[in-house]
C-alpha cells in the first residue's frame, strides 16, 4: 500500500533569494540532520543568462534502524538523489528525491517548493510532498514503513529550524540581503548592479537608500525596517498554512497535518456543495484515528444528513416551541477552566415524559441539533478570545431528581435516538461529561444508553454520586467557583426552570425564563425575567423587563419597556419608556419622560413626568410637577409640585400642591389647588359639588364651579 504525505504550507518572512542563500549551506553536509552524512554533486546546469541552474546529488544517509535489520539488508548507509531545479526568473526551486538504495524493494519519492508568496513577495512559501511504496523487505516490511515514517517525520519538523538556523548565521556574517536577478542584457556593470539594487531595495522598503545600503551590509535586518507592523501570514488561495494550523487547529503532527490536507483538497475536488470548516473535518479525523479512508466515509455521511435535513440553516431558521422554552432545564453557561464553552442541563428536574408526548420526538432532536449548532458557534468565539483552539465543550448534567418515571420506554426510545445522531455527526465535540449526584437508579439507566456511545466518548464521562462533586478531584478541578451555579453550591445563580436567579455581575442573555424571582444587580441589556414573579435591575436595564412579571423594580433607570402586564412596577431611577402596562402599581423615582401606568392602580412618578401618567390608574401622585396630561381617567390625582397642563381629567380626587395654570379636575369629583391657580375662574352657578365643601380656587368643571 501506498504511503503519501502533505505538508502544509509554510512561510517564511524573509526574501526568496535570502531563503536560497540559508538552503545551500544545507550542502555538502548538515550538523542539525544527524543521519545526514555527506552529499556529492553528480551533474550541474547552469544557463548562459544565469537564470536556471540544475544541480543533482547524491546524499549519504545514516537510517537510525536496528542493527539486525542493517545487517539482514547487508548495508550500513541508504542513497538517495536529489535534484535541485532552481528558476531565478520566476523565483522558485523545486527539489525531487528518490532512493537508489532497495530501489526494486521499496519506492520512496519527495516533492519539495519553494516560491514567492502570493500576497507578499518578500515572504517565502514552502510545501512538501512524498509517498512511499514498500513491496518487499524480507518480511521486514511494516518495520521499515514505521521507520521510514518516524525518521521523516522527525525531519519534517527539523526543516524550518534548519533554515532559521541559517539565517541567523547569515546575519551574524552580515548578509541580510541578497539582490534579485535580472537579465544581462539589462543589467549594469557589477557593482553598479549591486548599488543599484541594494539602493531599489531600500526605497521599496520606505527608508532613505544610502543609510538603508549601510545597514544592509552592516548587520539590521532589512525585512520590516519602516516600523509598520507586519501583517499576518496567511495561507495563499486555499492551501492550509502551518501558522493557521497551529493557531486555529492546535498542534498536530506531520503526518495529521498530512491527512487534514489530503481530505480537504480531495473535498474541494468532489464535493458538490458546502465544504466544511478545517475544525470539523479534523473531529472526524480524530474520531476515526486519522485513518483518511474511514474518516472520508462517515464525513461524506454526515454531509448529505446535514443537506437533506438543512442543518446549516437551523439557527436562522428553526425556532424551539414555547413549551421547550419555558420546561427544557438546559442552557449555555460561561465556560470551563479550559474555555471551553459550558453546557448545563438539570435532567433530574425535567419533565421528559411530557415534553416528548407534548411535542414528539423529532422536535427534540430538531432541539438538540440546535443545541450542538450553537456549541459549534461558541467553540469558534472561544477560540477567538482565548487565543489558543478550542473545538469542543464541557457538559454539566445534574441528575438530581432522577427516577424510574424517566425510564419512560419512548422517552428512552427518543434519547438513544439522540444520542445515535449526534455521535455520527457531531464526533469530538464533547471535550468532557460531568455527571452530578447520579441516583441509585443511574445504573440502570447507563446500562440502557451506554452500547450507543463511542468508546473515545465514554472516556470523557466523570460520574459522581451524592455530594462527591464537592471533594477533591470534583468540580473545582473543571469550572471556577464563581461559575458553578448555586444549586451546586457554587456562587453563580441560574435560572433555568429555576425560581430565584440572581446575577451579581450583569448578564447579556437572556436569564430567569419562568423563574419566579430575578435579580441583575450589574444591569442586564437583554430579556430578563419573562415569566418571572419578580424580577429587580441593579443598574438600570435598556431592554424587556419583568413581561409578564408579578413584581419589577429597575434601579437605576430603564430607557425601554418595564412590567408589561406586570402587577408592580417600580423604576428609582428614572424611565424613558413604556413603564407599567397595564401594571397594578407603578413608581418612577427621578422622573420618567413617557407613557407611565396606562391601566396601572396606583402610579407615582418622584422627580415630576413630562408625558402621560396614569392613564386609567385609580390612583396617580406626581412629586416634583408634571408637565403633561395627568390621570386620565384616574380616581385620584396628587401633584404636590405643581402641574401647569391638564391634571385630573375624569379622575374622581384631584390635588394640586404648589398650585397650577391650566385646567384642572376636568370631571373631578374632588379638586384641591394648595397655593392657588392663576387662571381666571369660570362664571357659573355652583352645581354637581360631590363633596360638599368650599370652594379654593374657583375653577369650572362638567360638575359646576368648585
Given at each position: 500500500?501506498?504511503?503519501?504525505?502533505?505538508?502544509?504550507?509554510?512561510?517564511?518572512?524573509?526574501?526568496?533569494?535570502?531563503?536560497?542563500?540559508?538552503?545551500?549551506?544545507?550542502?555538502?553536509?548538515?550538523?542539525?540532520?544527524?543521519?545526514?552524512?555527506?552529499?556529492?554533486?553528480?551533474?550541474?546546469?547552469?544557463?548562459?543568462?544565469?537564470?536556471?541552474?540544475?544541480?543533482?546529488?547524491?546524499?549519504?544517509?545514516?537510517?537510525?534502524?536496528?542493527?539486525?535489520?542493517?545487517?539482514?539488508?547487508?548495508?550500513?548507509?541508504?542513497?538517495?538523489?536529489?535534484?535541485?531545479?532552481?528558476?531565478?526568473?520566476?523565483?522558485?526551486?523545486?527539489?525531487?528525491?528518490?532512493?537508489?538504495?532497495?530501489?526494486?524493494?521499496?519506492?520512496?519519492?519527495?516533492?519539495?517548493?519553494?516560491?514567492?508568496?502570493?500576497?507578499?513577495?518578500?515572504?517565502?512559501?514552502?510545501?512538501?510532498?512524498?509517498s512511499l511504496d514498500?513491496?518487499?523487505?524480507?518480511?521486514?516490511?511494516?518495520?521499515?514503513?514505521?521507520?521510514?515514517?518516524?525518521?521523516?517525520?522527525?525531519?519534517?519538523?527539523?526543516?524550518?529550524?534548519?533554515?532559521?538556523?541559517?539565517?541567523?548565521?547569515?546575519?551574524?556574517?552580515?548578509?541580510?540581503?541578497?539582490?534579485?536577478?535580472?537579465?544581462?542584457?539589462?543589467?549594469?556593470?557589477?557593482?553598479?548592479?549591486?548599488?543599484?539594487?541594494?539602493?531599489?531595495?531600500a526605497s521599496s522598503a520606505g527608508v532613505d537608500a544610502e543609510p538603508a545600503l549601510k545597514d544592509g551590509l552592516s548587520g539590521e535586518p532589512l525585512s520590516n525596517p519602516s516600523g509598520a507592523p507586519e501583517p499576518v501570514a496567511g495561507p495563499p488561495d486555499d492551501k492550509l498554512d502551518a501558522d493557521y494550523i497551529k493557531r486555529y487547529l492546535g498542534d498536530l503532527t506531520p503526518l495529521q497535518e498530512s491527512c487534514l490536507i489530503r481530505l480537504r483538497q480531495w473535498l474541494q475536488e468532489t464535493h458538490k456543495g458546502k465544504i466544511p470548516k478545517d475544525e470539523h473535518i479534523l473531529r472526524f479525523l480524530r474520531a476515526r484515528d486519522f485513518n483518511i479512508d474511514k474518516a472520508r466515509e462517515v464525513l461524506c455521511q454526515s454531509l448529505t444528513w446535514r443537506k437533506q435535513h438543512q442543518v446549516d440553516y437551523i439557527l436562522d431558521s428553526w425556532h424551539a416551541p414555547q413549551v421547550l422554552q419555558d420546561y427544557y432545564a438546559g442552557g449555555w453557561h460561561h465556560h470551563d477552566k479550559d474555555g471551553r464553552p459550558l453546557y448545563v442541563l438539570r435532567l433530574g428536574q425535567m419533565d421528559t415524559k411530557g415534553l416528548v408526548r407534548a411535542l414528539g420526538e423529532e422536535a427534540l432532536l430538531r432541539y438538540v441539533l440546535s443545541v450542538n449548532e450553537e456549541g459549534l458557534r461558541r467553540c469558534e468565539d472561544n477560540t477567538k478570545v482565548f487565543g489558543r483552539p478550542i473545538s469542543s465543550w464541557t457538559c454539566l448534567v445534574d441528575l438530581e431528581g432522577l427516577n424510574m418515571r424517566h425510564l419512560w420506554r419512548p422517552g428512552v426510545k427518543a434519547l438513544l435516538r439522540i444520542i445515535e445522531v449526534v455521535e455520527a455527526n457531531y464526533?469530538?465535540?464533547?471535550?468532557?461529561?460531568?455527571?452530578?449526584?447520579?441516583?441509585?437508579?443511574?445504573?440502570?439507566?447507563?446500562?440502557?444508553?451506554?452500547?450507543?456511545?463511542?468508546?473515545?466518548?465514554?472516556?470523557?464521562?466523570?460520574?459522581?454520586?451524592?455530594?462527591?462533586?464537592?471533594?477533591?478531584?470534583?468540580?473545582?478541578?473543571?469550572?471556577?467557583?464563581?461559575?458553578?451555579?448555586?444549586?451546586?453550591?457554587?456562587?453563580?445563580?441560574?435560572?433555568?426552570?429555576?425560581?430565584?436567579?440572581?446575577?451579581?455581575?450583569?448578564?447579556?442573555?437572556?436569564?430567569?425564563?419562568?423563574?419566579?424571582?430575578?435579580?441583575?444587580?450589574?444591569?442586564?441589556?437583554?430579556?430578563?425575567?419573562?415569566?418571572?414573579?419578580?424580577?429587580?435591575?441593579?443598574?438600570?436595564?435598556?431592554?424587556?423587563?419583568?413581561?409578564?412579571?408579578?413584581?419589577?423594580?429597575?434601579?437605576?433607570?430603564?430607557?425601554?419597556?418595564?412590567?408589561?402586564?406586570?402587577?408592580?412596577?417600580?423604576?428609582?431611577?428614572?424611565?424613558?419608556?413604556?413603564?407599567?402596562?397595564?401594571?397594578?402599581?407603578?413608581?418612577?423615582h427621578g422622573g420618567c419622560r413617557c407613557m407611565v401606568g396606562v391601566g396601572a392602580w396606583w402610579v407615582s412618578v418622584h422627580g415630576g413626568c413630562p408625558c402621560t401618567v396614569g392613564v386609567g390608574a385609580r390612583w396617580v401622585s406626581v412629586h416634583g410637577g408634571c408637565r403633561c396630561m395627568v390621570g386620565v381617567p384616574a380616581w385620584w390625582v396628587s401633584l404636590p409640585g405643581g402641574c401647569p397642563c391638564t391634571v385630573g381629567v375624569g379622575a374622581r380626587w384631584v390635588s394640586l400642591h404648589g398650585g397650577c395654570p391650566c385646567t384642572v379636575g376636568v370631571g373631578a369629583w374632588w379638586v384641591s389647588l394648595h397655593g392657588g391657580c392663576p387662571r381666571e375662574p369660570a362664571p357659573g352657578p355652583s352645581k354637581g359639588w360631590r363633596a360638599g365643601r368650599p370652594a379654593q380656587a374657583g375653577l369650572r368643571t362638567p360638575f359646576g364651579l368648585v
Open positions: 500500500m501506498v504511503q503519501k504525505y502533505q505538508s502544509p504550507v509554510r512561510v517564511y518572512k524573509h526574501p526568496f533569494e535570502l531563503i536560497m542563500a540559508a538552503y545551500e549551506r544545507r550542502f555538502p553536509t548538515c550538523p542539525l540532520i544527524p543521519m545526514f552524512v555527506d552529499s556529492d554533486t553528480v551533474n550541474e546546469f547552469r544557463s548562459e543568462d544565469g537564470a536556471i541552474h540544475v544541480i543533482e546529488r547524491r546524499c549519504k544517509l545514516d537510517i537510525d534502524a536496528p542493527r539486525l535489520l542493517k545487517k539482514i539488508a547487508g548495508v550500513d548507509y541508504v542513497y538517495f538523489v536529489q535534484k535541485n531545479s532552481l528558476n531565478s526568473r520566476e523565483r522558485t526551486l523545486h527539489i525531487e528525491a528518490h532512493n537508489e538504495t532497495f530501489s526494486n524493494r521499496v519506492i520512496i519519492n519527495e516533492h519539495c517548493c519553494y516560491s514567492v508568496h502570493p500576497e507578499n513577495e518578500d515572504w517565502t512559501c514552502f510545501e512538501q510532498s512524498a514498500i513491496k518487499s523487505f524480507f518480511g521486514f516490511e511494516s518495520t521499515v514503513e514505521k521507520i521510514a515514517m518516524k525518521q521523516y517525520t522527525s525531519n519534517i519538523k527539523k526543516g524550518k529550524e534548519i533554515i532559521e538556523y541559517y539565517l541567523r548565521q547569515l546575519e551574524e556574517e552580515g548578509i541580510t540581503f541578497v539582490p534579485r536577478w535580472t537579465p544581462p542584457a539589462l543589467a549594469p556593470s557589477s557593482d553598479a548592479a549591486a548599488s543599484s539594487c541594494k539602493k531599489q531595495a464526533p469530538e465535540t464533547l471535550g468532557r461529561l460531568l455527571i452530578l449526584r447520579a441516583p441509585r437508579v443511574f445504573p440502570v439507566l447507563w446500562t440502557l444508553v451506554s452500547p450507543f456511545i463511542d468508546d473515545n466518548t465514554r472516556r470523557k464521562f466523570l460520574i459522581y454520586a451524592g455530594n462527591d462533586y464537592q471533594g477533591p478531584g470534583g468540580l473545582l478541578d473543571y469550572i471556577d467557583k464563581e461559575i458553578i451555579p448555586d444549586f451546586l453550591s457554587g456562587e453563580c445563580m441560574v435560572g433555568v426552570g429555576a425560581w430565584w436567579v440572581s446575577v451579581p455581575g450583569g448578564c447579556r442573555c437572556m436569564v430567569g425564563v419562568g423563574a419566579w424571582w430575578v435579580s441583575l444587580p450589574g444591569g442586564c441589556p437583554c430579556t430578563v425575567g419573562v415569566g418571572a414573579r419578580w424580577v429587580s435591575v441593579h443598574g438600570g436595564c435598556p431592554c424587556t423587563v419583568g413581561v409578564p412579571a408579578g413584581w419589577v423594580s429597575v434601579h437605576g433607570g430603564c430607557p425601554c419597556t418595564v412590567g408589561v402586564g406586570a402587577r408592580r412596577v417600580s423604576v428609582p431611577g428614572g424611565c424613558r419608556c413604556l413603564v407599567g402596562v397595564p401594571a397594578r402599581w407603578v413608581s418612577v
